[in-house]
Every structure is written in C-alpha cells, then in structure tokens.
C-alpha cells in the first residue's frame, strides 16, 4: 500500500467527501419532503449535539496519533508507532461505550432544556453509532499518519450510502406511526453507517497487516537495527507514557476540532430561545430547520477540501518539522494555503450566487411556509459566505497542529467562541436570525487572523503577492456582477416548465455553469493563475487549464518571471 503525497492525498480525501456530501445533501431532499422543517430541526440537534460528542469521545486522538504515527515512521521506529496505535484502540473502545452511555441517558434532559422534546427519541437513536466510530476515528488517524488516504475515502463513502438508504427507508416507514418516530429513524442511519464504515476499515487494516508483515521480514537487517536502537535509548513504551503523550498533543487538538460542530450545536441550542420572542416559537423552529436541514448542508460543501487538506497536511508537516527540514514547512504552508483559497472561494460564490434556485431545486417548499420563502435563500447565502473564513481557519489551523503548535490554537478557539456567544446575544435582538450567522462569521475572521498571525511568527511564507490578492477580488466582484445579473435573468425569463420546482432546477444549472466556467477563466486573464503555477495541481486539472491557457496567449517564459 503506497504513501499518498500532500496533492494525491488531499485529491482523493476531497472525491470521496465531494460523494459523501452529495448523497448527504441527497438524503435531505426526502428527509426534508417528509419530516419538514420543525422535524429537520430535531435531525439536526441530535446530529450536532451527536457529532460534538464523537469530537470529544476521540478526544482529538486521531489527529494526534496521525502525527505521532507520522514522525515515528519517518524516524524509523515502527515498533514504537505499532504499541502507540494499539493504545489508542483501547482508549477509542472505552470512550465509545461511556459515550453511548451518556448520550442515551441525557437526551430526554436535554431536549427539554433547549425547548426541543421532541429531539430527545433521534436523540437516543443515533447513540449507539458512538460506539463503533472512536474506533473508526482511531483507524483513520492511523492511516492518516502512515499517508495512505484510500481506506478513509473508501469508508467514508460506504459509510454515507448505509446512512443514506437506512434514514429514508426507516423515515418513510415509520412516518405512519408518528412524526418523532420518522425522526429517530432517520437518526438511526448514522447507527447503520458506522457499522459499514468499521467492516470498510477493518479489511483495509488486515491487508496492511499483512503488507508490513511482507515488508519487515525482508528488511529484517533494518528491524534488527531499529530494535537494537530502542533498546539502547530507552525502555519500550508504556501504555502510560503513550497516553500521556497522545493527551499532550490531543486535547488542544479537540478543542480546535470542536470549533465547528461546537458552534452550529450552540446555534441550535439558542436560536429558538432568541428568536421565539421576536417571530413566535413556531416561526423561529422553522429557521432553525432551515440552518441545520438546508444552510449547514449546503455550506458545508465549500468546506470539503480544507478538511482534506488539514488531514493530508498534518503528517506531511509533523514529518518535516521532526527533521527540521523548514524550507518544506513554508513551502507545504503556502501550498495548503493557496489550494484551500483557489478551490474554496468559487464553491462559496457559487452557492451563494444560486442559493434561491438551489433551495427551490433541492428543498422546495413543501408546506407553502412564509418563513421558508422569506429567509432560506439569505439564511444559505450568508451561511456559506462565512465558510470562507472557516476554510483559511481550518487549513491554518492544520498547520499549525502538525507544527505541535497547541497553545495557539487553544486560545484561538476560546476567543472565536467567545465572540460567538457576545455577537449572537448581541446581535439577534436587531438582526434576527442574520445576527446569529453574522455572529458565525465574525467567529471564522477573528480565528483565522488569530492562527495566521502565530504562523508568521514562526515560519516565513508568502500566499500570493499584493498584485495577485488585487487581481483575486478583481476576480470574486466579477463572479458576483455576472451571478446577479444572471439571477435577475433567470427570474425575469427562464421558466421553461412552469413548475417552480425544475424552473428552479435550470435557473440553478443556468447561474452554476456559467458563473462556474467564468472563475478560472477570470483567473487567467487576472494571472492569479499562470503556466507555472500548474505544476502544483493534480495531472487532469493541469490537462484541461494547458490548453485555456494557450488559448489566452500566455507562455511558459512570461509565467516564471
């Protein structure tokens, strides 16, 4: 099983998420047309509360024990790495059956806590997955730091076509009986996904096995020497010392981790408590059914590549900077952070350009709701612009995590937070519903320039020049000025079925494509990209942008100076 480099890496974690986010987004369409929003806001609490609960049940260990598994291969102690990853078996093992525990007995507590009794049944039906994913979790951090990026693709992707059949097929079933129980069985897919996702991880752990098994018996003169060396510096590691080591590195780690999944459960936690003053209880469960079921889905999607990127880069970086090989540091942090911004920003426009016709297509309205019509469109639109922030967040972030810079990243989390909390409470009486979101973006910017700042500090990299920052918002007003004016066409003339549902469908298609196909030309012509610039992409993206390239009249020499 071959090492997967940074752009390979990064490139396969980003296809399988792509295919795991497009059938998540498929699996609200129906879930949506049969639970509606006041059920979708009950999905969505136990989901997020669900997911902050997995981040702390790991604990953060899969990205330590990615950077620990990383450096000690890289130093050639595999022994070492082999006893670290069985520790944190064991641990994933505890955590998910205390967990389940925990979640399953609170839920009714909870629910009525945040004025959503009805969450406390999806509640206890998604408890039981947290017993199989720390292990997952545990697995793919292991992978992770060995450079093999397939198992977790693969996995994540079986995972998500369980999830998906299993929550349609039991909402549909169970709607009959009543709303809550449709509810909990669309929550009980997560239960069946993690089962697919373990036996996915445990084949690829077993062909591994065997793999170094393979590899160590005919290197046997190379083991001999490694164990003659751990046995000369120092005594085997013990469950203890790995532990204490793992916890060290893992519990700034999951507090940055939680950053996401922590604000959207504080989201769904206040925005009903907010909002239900000012709109009526109603009114405001059925914005929260519109953040978790509709924004939080489609906004996550410009935010796939920075999670594979932080996953991809971890090892990469914690390898170089164990041997100190700084040049590599500053070249794989400029890499990460010009990747994440090139390929995030045109996802972003372009769901927020469309938001209207994409939540008409994918969503509609299926109650005829006031609401619905009033505040989805600017609820995902404002939404996903703040997951810009967010991408540079995370990436810098990830940098900074396989640097072993935690400090930072700790008191990066609490500020953001904290400016969270401050600018909802502040920020809803005037603005409503807006005010909570800008309250999530506001969160994005003052981490983002937190990490960044302490990244300057310690290694020098450069993202793009001045010029090319100047030519990149040339570029982002350009794609807004053509995505209003065709959203306004759209509106005026484009309804080539008379039914809003697939109106919607072609005026989405209409703004994406051409708006889509507009932003590498743009940054062509506006040389944020150039020739040379393509030697750092994956080989079928530098096949298609040569030729555009020669088209534009640029060569090879005028790149490089």
Same mark, same amino acid.
């Given at each position: ?59 953060g260990i899969p990205s330590a024990l990615s950077k620990m ?75 992770? %730091? ?86 000369a510096s120092s005594q085997p590691l013990t469950f203890k ?162 640097? %072993? ?10 500020? %953001? ?30 981490m983002t320039w937190l990490n960044l700042a302490v990244l ?41 079925? %008379? ?63």
């Amino acid at each position: 099983m071959s090492k997967d480099s940074l752009v390979k890496g990064t490139l396969i974690l980003t296809l399988a998420a792509l295919v795991a986010r497009a059938l998540g987004v498929v699996q609200r369409i129906p879930l949506v047309y049969l639970l509606g929003d006041i059920g979708m806001a009950a999905y969505g609490i136990a989901f997020n509360l669900y997911s902050v609960l997995l981040v702390v049940a790991t604990a953060g260990i899969p990205s330590a024990l990615s950077k620990m598994i990383s450096e000690k291969t890289a130093l050639g102690r595999h022994a070492e790495a082999d006893r670290i990853y069985k520790a944190a078996l064991w641990f994933a093992v505890c955590a998910g059956v205390l967990m389940t525990v925990l979640l399953y007995a609170a839920a009714p507590y909870f629910a009525d806590s945040i004025l959503n009794p009805q969450a406390a049944l999806p509640i206890q039906a998604i408890a039981p997955a947290l017993l199989l994913f720390p292990l997952i979790a545990i697995m793919r951090g292991y992978f992770q %730091g060995r450079r093999m990026m397939m198992p977790n693709g693969i996995s994540q992707i079986i995972e998500q076509v369980f999830r998906v059949v299993t929550s349609v097929a039991l909402a549909y079933l169970l709607l009959s009986h009543s709303l809550d129980y449709a509810v909990a069985g669309a929550s009980f897919g997560g239960v069946v996904g993690s089962i697919a996702a373990a036996a996915v991880m445990l084949y690829y752990a077993m062909r591994l096995k065997q793999s170094d098994r393979r590899e160590r018996s005919a290197e046997g003169a190379d083991v001999a020497a490694e164990s003659a060396g751990a046995v000369a510096s120092s005594q085997p590691l013990t469950f203890k010392a790995i532990y204490a080591q793992l916890f060290k590195l893992s519990v700034p780690i999951v507090i940055f981790s939680m950053t996401v999944t922590l604000i959207y459960t504080i989201d769904s936690s206040i925005v009903t408590l907010l909002l239900k003053d000012q709109f009526g209880e109603h009114a405001a469960r059925e914005m929260l059914g519109i953040l978790t079921g509709r924004a939080q889905s489609l906004a996550g999607i410009p935010i796939i590549l920075a999670v594979a990127l932080s996953q991809s880069v971890v090892p990469i970086i914690s390898s170089a900077y164990s041997q100190r090989d700084m040049k590599q540091v500053s070249d794989q942090t400029a890499k990460v952070l010009q990747l994440s911004i090139l390929t995030g920003l045109p996802m972003v426009l372009l769901i927020s350009l469309g938001a209207r016709p994409i939540n008409g297509f994918i969503f509609a309205n299926t109650t005829g709701s006031p609401v619905v019509d009033t505040y989805a469109a600017p609820i995902i639109t404002l939404l996903t612009v703040s997951a810009m922030f967010q991408i540079v967040m995370q990436t810098s972030g990830a940098v900074l995590m396989g640097m %072993g810079r935690m400090r930072p990243l700790v008191l990066s989390v609490i500020f %953001g937070i904290a400016v969270k909390l401050a600018g909802s409470y502040a920020l809803a009486p005037y603005w409503g519903i807006y005010g909570i979101i800008a309250a999530t973006a506001l969160c994005f910017v003052v981490m983002t320039w937190l990490n960044l700042a302490v990244l300057r500090s310690a290694v020098p990299f450069r993202v793009f020049g001045l010029r090319r920052w100047l030519s990149l918002a040339v570029t982002t007003a350009l794609i807004c000025l053509i995505g209003y004016g065709l959203e306004q066409l759209c509106v005026a003339y484009v309804h080539p079925f %008379g039914s809003e549902r697939w109106d919607d469908m072609v005026q989405s298609l209409i703004i994406c494509a051409i708006a889509g196909a507009a932003y590498p030309v743009l940054l062509f012509l506006t040389r944020v990209m150039t020739l040379h610039d393509l030697q750092h992409l994956p080989g079928p993206l530098r096949k298609l942008a040569k030729p555009l390239l020669a088209r534009l009249g640029r060569t090879t020499q005028q790149d490089k100076r």
